[in-house]
């Protein structure tokens, strides 16, 4: 009724801190604020889930554009390429749940401010500050998990992918056929194409080699061919039915030979292990050994779910909408924000690796200015409120 509404302008001046409603029991109270804690798991659970395939998508389709035109260049075989999305995708969840996390608080914060159910929390006496319990909620549970991605599976995902990586480039030429593709042979001398392969990979058909070898060009084509093993074990690519054409780049003397076959030995793999880089070496492996590189690589994995965690409660307070000034000048100033942060973080990174910055310095200094800010922004939210309430 119109007649009440200054007496409830009057209490809402009075009591503003007031839980609800100054006549409801303790027990009603917190029975009323866990349900919409609830609701709010429930609408960041859904959120999440959302921005995280979003995100996770655009990630994934870009480093497989990037893979398949490696492939198509011969760099990488093609039946490499799902293997190394997947090293890439799980070397890249911390900070893809880092970024989904940051996204989810502020667009829900944001979402309340802009559907006017910011004033509904405020007048049922509730500040902006008792939106973090329920962040925290929330966050924690992603924050540990970022942790362990951070801490263990991330370097056990390079550790796996450089072996990857390196027995591949150790297999012999063979095993480098990929029909339909130009391919360079692993001393990197010669250049070879199969038009299509047998399914035990021991016949081919419509061939053609390209090498160098004593300062002559020799060029081979062939109809078919197959792989042979000796009995000292030694295997050979025997060419049959051919022609090879061989000389000297830039002169006009040339050698044209028919063969009925041609046998090439294939040189055996070396299967070297590859060196360790510092990513790959687990956290206790770089307590053990705290060179420069090494810590800074530390310094990287502690900052990843601290700034996870920094960034979900700096989402509050970063999330208030003016209608006047537009929607989307605090949603630009956020993503600043985080850009900033995840620089900050690898220039940090940086200068601890050159040993211009002292590790026991550089882990916590960016985190300390972002939660300074982080006070600055909600002391400056609750005193707006509060000079709201007084007027």
Request: hydrophobic share 65%; aromatic share 12%; charged share 10%.
């Given at each position: 009724p119109e007649h009440q509404a200054p007496g409830l302008r009057a209490l809402g001046r009075e009591r503003p801190y007031a839980k609800f409603h100054p006549n409801l029991p303790c027990n009603e109270r917190f029975k009323y604020r866990m349900i919409f804690h609830r609701a709010l798991l429930r609408e960041f659970a859904q959120l999440a889930t959302a921005v995280f395939l979003s995100l996770f998508l655009i990630a994934i389709t870009t480093r497989l554009v990037r893979l398949l035109g490696q492939a198509a260049g011969g760099k990488i075989p093609t039946d490499a390429v799902v293997a190394f999305l997947g090293f890439f995708a799980l070397n890249a969840l911390p900070v893809l749940l880092s970024l989904t996390l940051f996204v989810t608080v502020l667009l829900t914060v944001t979402r309340s401010y802009r559907d006017s159910e910011m004033v509904i929390w405020f007048n049922a006496g509730l500040s902006l500050?008792?939106?973090?319990?329920?962040?925290?909620?929330?966050?924690?549970?992603?924050?540990?998990?970022?942790?362990?991605?951070?801490?263990?599976?991330?370097?056990?995902?390079?550790q796996m992918s450089e072996k990857y990586r390196s027995r591949i480039e150790s297999r012999d030429d063979i095993s480098r056929v990929d029909p339909g593709v130009f391919g360079e042979s692993r001393s990197r001398e010669g250049v070879f194409f199969v038009e299509s392969v047998s399914g035990d990979r021991t016949a081919v058909q419509n061939v053609f080699v390209s090498s160098v070898q004593h300062g002559r060009e020799g060029i081979m084509i062939s109809r078919k061919g197959t792989v042979e093993t000796a009995p000292n074990g030694d295997r050979?690519?025997?060419?049959?039915?051919?022609?090879?054409?061989?000389?000297?780049?830039?002169?006009?003397a040339y050698r044209v030979m028919d063969f009925e076959r041609y046998a090439s030995r294939v040189e055996p793999a070396a299967g070297e292990e590859p060196v360790p880089s510092h990513k790959s070496l687990s956290t206790p492996a770089l307590l053990r050994n705290p060179t420069s590189v090494n810590r800074?690589?530390?310094?990287?994995?502690?900052?990843?779910?601290?700034?996870?965690?920094?960034?979900?409660l700096l989402a509050i307070p970063m999330s208030f909408v003016n209608p006047r000034a537009g929607r989307s000048i605090n949603l630009l100033f956020a993503l600043?924000?985080?850009l900033v942060y995840y620089n900050l973080l690898t220039v940090s990174q940086a200068r601890v690796a050159q040993g211009r910055l002292d590790f026991s310095v550089g882990w916590w200094l960016v985190h300390a200015a972002m939660l300074a800010a982080l006070v600055v922004l909600f002391a400056q939210r609750l005193s707006l409120r509060r000079l709201r309430l007084r007027g």
């Open positions: 500050a008792a939106w973090v319990r329920p962040v925290l909620t929330f966050a924690l549970p992603l924050v540990t998990l970022i942790a362990a991605l951070s801490f263990v599976i991330a370097p056990w995902t390079v050979f690519i025997v060419l049959l039915d051919g022609r090879r054409y061989e000389g000297v780049p830039g002169e006009a800074a690589e530390l310094l990287w994995r502690v900052g990843v779910p601290l700034s996870a965690l920094i960034l979900a600043l924000t985080y």
